[in-house]
């Protein structure tokens, strides 16, 4: 869990000039987004400013955005909104998908099936996905598969549009790129797979590095706006 300052104390005097404004700027969002719920106060309020990614944004000097944008490992994903794309993203939740709610949580989803992935543990509503996806998605729920099953059905093109809240819509696909790994570890590493995204499949080793390591190209997902 990151820590984007120790306390008041340890600021540059250009990030503390600003201390005042940015604590009235945040107590304003979270009431916004509080409203009346208790819990919801007791869930904001406890957490620490200096851990607060809102609360460092404010005290650099930006302002916060029309609405919460999503997150990544529970901290607001900025980036993703903020600056171009494509974005590789590592940690996607495919298992879950399609598979039926308990009663409580299809109550409150207001669907009896999850109709979200889990990008980076962030929930996105899944829009659309091409045929190459559900290929994927009907193998990896199936269970039985093989390496060459997974090089094959990446290479494939799978495609999902998703979207977080009311933001644009973005788009879920497969892209080559390049990742590094030290001589010893090349045979082991040429045949490793994420289990859960089913990332580093196809891999193919470049080039040996001037440092000593070894240059190798996979496949990976990423995430762009649809326009």
Same mark, same amino acid.
């Given at each position: 869990?990151?820590?984007?300052?120790?306390?008041?104390?340890?600021?540059?005097?250009?990030?503390?000039?600003r201390?005042?404004?940015?604590?009235?700027?945040?107590?304003?969002?979270?009431?916004?987004?509080?409203?009346?719920?208790?819990?919801?106060?007791?869930?904001?309020?406890?957490?620490?400013?200096?851990?607060?990614?809102?609360?460092?944004?404010?005290?650099?000097?930006?302002?916060?955005?029309?609405?919460?944008?999503?997150?990544?490992?529970?901290?607001?994903?900025?980036?993703i909104?903020?600056?171009?794309?494509?974005?590789?993203?590592?940690?996607?939740?495919?298992?879950?998908?399609?598979?039926?709610?308990?009663?409580?949580? !299809?109550?409150?989803?207001g669907?009896?099936r999850?109709?979200?992935?889990?990008?980076?543990?962030?929930?996105?509503?899944?829009?659309?996905c091409?045929?190459?996806?559900?290929?994927m998605?009907?193998?990896?729920?199936? %269970?039985?598969?093989?390496?060459?099953?997974?090089?094959?059905?990446? !290479?494939? %093109?799978?495609?999902?549009?998703?979207?977080?809240g009311?933001?644009? !819509?973005?788009?879920?696909?497969?892209?080559?790129?390049?990742?590094?790994?030290?001589?010893?570890?090349?045979?082991?590493?040429?045949?490793?797979?994420?289990?859960s995204?089913?990332?580093?499949?196809?891999?193919?080793?470049?080039?040996?590095?001037?440092?000593? %390591?070894?240059?190798?190209?996979?496949?990976?997902?990423?995430?762009?706006?649809?326009?």
């Open positions: 869990m990151p820590t984007f300052f120790q306390n008041k104390d340890s600021l540059p005097p250009e990030l503390l000039a201390w005042d404004r940015a604590v009235a700027e945040y107590d304003r969002v979270l009431n916004e987004q509080c409203g009346d719920s208790e819990t919801k106060k007791m869930f904001f309020y406890n957490a620490l400013r200096e851990k607060s990614g809102l609360f460092w944004r404010l005290l650099n000097g930006k302002d916060p955005l029309p609405m919460p944008p999503p997150t990544r490992y529970s901290y607001p994903w900025y980036g909104i903020e600056e171009p794309g494509p974005h590789r993203v590592g940690d996607i939740g495919f298992h879950a998908y399609g598979k039926p709610l308990g009663q409580q949580l !299809a109550e409150i989803r669907t009896d999850e109709d979200r992935l889990f990008i980076e543990q962030c929930g996105w509503v899944v829009l659309s091409n045929a190459a996806a559900q290929d998605l009907e193998t990896l729920h199936g %269970g039985t598969f093989t390496l060459e099953d997974q090089d094959r059905l990446m !290479a494939a %093109g799978p495609e999902w549009i998703v979207q977080y009311k933001w644009p !819509a973005y788009r879920l696909f497969v892209q080559r790129y390049r990742r590094q790994t030290l001589p010893r570890f090349l045979e082991d590493t040429l045949k490793l797979v994420d289990k995204s089913w990332s580093w499949t196809n891999t193919v080793m470049i080039c040996e590095r001037d440092d000593g %390591g070894i240059e190798m190209e996979s496949d990976g997902w990423f995430l762009e706006k649809t326009s």
